[in-house]
């Protein structure tokens, strides 16, 4: 019997200035990890890999090992330090993950997906996992839904997929999602994930409150607007787990475990971050009597009242996200053939002079609008095609699970 003691936080560490007071808030953290006594930590949000390395030499004494999932354009911002070995290590990167165009959101750019990392534990092998799901933006016009609910998918199924090789496996991370939203069902029911403050508090949870670690209103950086429309805050960073086929686990303490402002001692009365840290103690033992691996697997697919429900919602999300899709081409295609008109009307002789101002002005209009035609071209072809191919296949995974006689045969 051992205690696993796991630590998750989005750090919300964006360089260049707009993560306000990020250095001194990174080298805080740093601090309390570092008389901390956790056995797994994931960050999220670490976008600057200074702050990975900053964090990482204050804490090496106490967590050796540590892996920088550092893929897409800008990086994932995920990590992972251990106390214990880390044997393992991959990257799933999301087939969906926003828009290029929505650079004032910047999902697009990083390379947000699933870390993961097969950790020895005291004889036992621990399948972890990190990952930080696209934003939500605007709750009443989440043009995202279809992206997120994509994510949890695949997440929800590497997991279901490759617990049965680990004597615990544990997802932890800023998802995006409350509970009542469709992603945290399919991530819960799907790989029958166990999320570790609502074991613990399963009321509380039945209502949709507490425990809310996103615009919480004693935060410092919780926007006036955030105030109004999320009162108490939201929950929307967790810890969950599964057991493996010769295990069994439960929480015992799942909390919040930082304080509301920094340490007067850094002269910053900030928090930690925009988000709030959760934290939890997992007791992991041997299950009695002889395993069945094989009888594991078909129970994790067995058919559950509740998966189909949240499973059926998931496709008609996907299904609106596809219609979106096909609106977006035509959109796209469309404004692309009259920036095409455009650009070839500027070649008419009304516009040939000898005057260099004039001149110069056509020439950056002409520019401007051959980029125009490039990005709408593609926008309204290759990568809308490629968001409609993985929505499909989406799409076709989540009928298939939706099957009710698939469930029942088992």
Same mark, same amino acid.
């Given at each position: 019997?051992?205690?696993?003691?796991?630590?998750?936080?989005?750090?919300?560490?964006?360089?260049?200035?707009?993560s306000t007071e990020r250095n001194v808030r990174v080298k805080a953290i740093a601090d309390y990890l570092h008389q901390s006594d956790y056995d797994i930590v994931l960050l999220q949000e670490v976008w600057m890999p200074t702050d990975f390395h900053i964090?990482?030499?204050?804490?090496?004494?106490?967590?050796?090992?540590?892996?920088?999932?550092?893929?897409?354009?800008?990086?994932?911002?995920?990590?992972?330090?251990?106390?214990?070995?880390?044997?393992?290590?991959?990257?799933?990167?999301?087939?969906?993950?926003?828009?290029?165009?929505?650079?004032?959101?910047?999902?697009?750019?990083?390379?947000?997906?699933?870390?993961?990392?097969?950790?020895?534990?005291?004889?036992?092998?621990?399948?972890?996992?990190?990952?930080?799901?696209?934003?939500?933006?605007?709750?009443?016009?989440?043009?995202?839904?279809?992206?997120?609910?994509?994510?949890?998918?695949?997440?929800?199924?590497?997991?279901?997929?490759?617990?049965?090789? !680990?004597?615990?496996?544990?997802? !932890?991370?800023?998802?995006?999602?409350?509970?009542? @939203?469709?992603?945290? !069902?399919?991530?819960?029911?799907?790989?029958?994930?166990?999320?570790?403050?609502?074991?613990?508090?399963?009321?509380?949870?039945?209502?949709?409150?507490?425990?809310?670690?996103?615009?919480?209103?004693?935060?410092?950086?919780?926007?006036?607007?955030?105030?109004?429309?999320?009162?108490?805050?939201?929950?929307? @960073?967790?810890?969950?787990?599964?057991?493996?086929?010769?295990?069994? !686990?439960?929480?015992?303490?799942?909390?919040?475990?930082?304080?509301?402002?920094?340490?007067?001692?850094?002269?910053?009365?900030?928090?930690?971050?925009?988000?709030?840290?959760?934290?939890?103690?997992?007791?992991?033992? @041997?299950?009695?009597?002889?395993?069945?691996?094989?009888?594991?697997?078909?129970?994790?697919?067995?058919?559950?009242? @509740?998966?189909?429900?949240?499973?059926?919602?998931?496709?008609?999300?996907?299904?609106?996200a596809l219609k979106a899709a096909a609106w977006a081409q035509w959109y796209y295609g469309i404004l692309c053939a009259v920036l095409l008109i455009f650009f070839l009307g500027s070649f008419s002789a009304y516009f040939l002079t000898e005057n260099f $101002?004039?001149?110069?002005?056509?020439?950056?209009?002409?520019?401007?609008?051959?980029?125009?035609?490039?990005?709408?071209?593609?926008?309204?072809? $290759?990568?809308?095609?490629?968001?409609?191919?993985?929505?499909?296949?989406?799409?076709?995974?989540?009928?298939?699970?939706a099957s009710e006689s698939k469930y029942k045969s088992l």
């Open positions: 019997m051992v205690e696993v003691k796991v630590f998750t936080l989005n750090i919300w560490g964006i360089g260049y200035g707009i964090i990482q030499k204050r804490i090496q004494e106490k967590f050796p090992q540590s892996y920088f999932f550092d893929n897409g354009i800008v990086g994932s911002g995920t990590c992972v330090f251990s106390r214990h070995t880390i044997l393992d290590t991959t990257f799933h990167e999301f087939s969906l993950n926003g828009y290029p165009h929505k650079i004032n959101h910047g999902d697009w750019f990083a390379g947000k997906g699933l870390g993961v990392c097969q950790i020895l534990f005291k004889g036992y092998i621990l399948n972890v996992f990190v990952s930080h799901l696209h934003a939500e933006y605007y709750r009443n016009q989440d043009i995202y839904l279809g992206h997120r609910v994509m994510q949890a998918l695949e997440a929800a199924q590497w997991i279901k997929l490759t617990s049965s090789g !680990a004597d615990l496996t544990i997802y !932890a991370g800023d998802f995006n999602t409350e509970p009542s @939203d469709n992603p945290y !069902a399919l991530i819960t029911q799907v790989s029958q994930l166990v999320d570790c403050w609502a074991e613990l508090n399963p009321e509380a949870a039945e209502r949709g409150k507490g425990g809310e670690t996103c615009a919480t209103p004693y935060n410092s950086y919780t926007l006036p607007e955030e105030r109004i429309e999320f009162p108490q805050g939201k929950r929307i @960073d967790y810890i969950m787990y599964t057991n493996g086929p010769n295990t069994k !686990a439960r929480t015992t303490e799942c909390r919040l475990p930082l304080p509301v402002r920094l340490p007067s001692s850094y002269e910053a009365p900030v928090s930690y971050s925009d988000h709030e840290a959760v934290t939890a103690t997992i007791l992991l033992e @041997d299950s009695e009597g002889p395993s069945d691996s094989v009888k594991y697997r078909r129970q994790r697919s067995v058919y559950c009242e @509740d998966r189909q429900k949240c499973v059926k919602e998931s496709v008609q999300l996907t299904k609106a $101002i004039i001149d110069s002005v056509v020439f950056l209009v002409r520019m401007l609008l051959t980029l125009g035609i490039i990005y709408t071209l593609l926008m309204a072809s $290759i990568l809308n095609k490629k968001e409609r191919n993985a929505l499909l296949g989406a799409k076709h995974t989540l009928e298939l699970m």
